[in-house]
């Protein structure tokens, strides 16, 4: 993949755009009205993540609160079957705009190294997407409750990592673009 790919600045943009816009239908559509209903962040919201403890914390909040729990299958089934996606495609995107990876700090990788660190963003996207069924399956009235309650926490827990080291990637790569002699 050649460096500056011919993926349109706009159309980054653009799914830049659409993420904070549906960034911020979850934040002042759900999670706010959740926090102000019932005192507690929604889960998705701890970026240091919680244990399975947290969860089941959550799950009595929510059977003793109908409007909350009404709250949080509303935004699974709203922003969060859209969030995710859209932010896998901007990453993946950007990585193709600003690449190759076929350099770390002035050292060549091996191709298949290089190439699998494009994978980071559909590594978040799935881990999102598992965090966002898992919740459902843990809040609901389900036989599998114990199990999604246990698997949650990692699943935040990838989605936060893969996310980060997406973002660092992104930050070295924006780096060395800009530092790089005749990168536009």
């Not at 904070?20 to 934040?27: F, K, N």
């Not at 932010?87 to 950007?94: G, Q, R, Y």
């Not at 990592?161 to 992104?170: E, K, M, N």
Request: net charge negative; charged share 15%.
């Amino acid at each position: 993949m050649k460096a500056g790919s011919a993926i349109p600045l706009w159309i980054v943009a653009l799914l830049a755009a659409l993420c904070l816009a549906v960034l911020a239908w979850t934040t002042f559509g759900f999670v706010v009205p959740f926090k102000h209903e019932t005192g507690q962040a929604v889960l998705d919201t701890y970026f240091a993540g919680y244990d399975e403890s947290a969860v089941l914390h959550m799950q009595k909040l929510l059977d003793d609160n109908e409007t909350a729990a009404k709250l949080l299958s509303a935004m699974y089934f709203g922003p969060e079957l859209i969030f995710p996606a859209l932010l896998t495609a901007l990453l993946f995107l950007a990585f193709l705009r600003l690449g190759p990876l076929d350099a770390w700090f002035g050292r060549s990788l091996q191709p298949l190294i290089g190439k699998a660190i494009y994978l980071l963003p559909f590594v978040y996207g799935i881990a999102d997407y598992g965090e966002n069924i898992s919740s459902l399956f843990a809040f609901g009235d389900g036989s599998s409750a114990g199990l999604a309650a246990q698997l949650l926490p990692w699943m935040t827990r990838l989605k936060f990592a893969s996310l980060a080291i997406s973002f660092i990637v992104l930050a070295r790569l924006a780096i060395a673009r800009w530092l790089s002699p005749g990168q536009d």
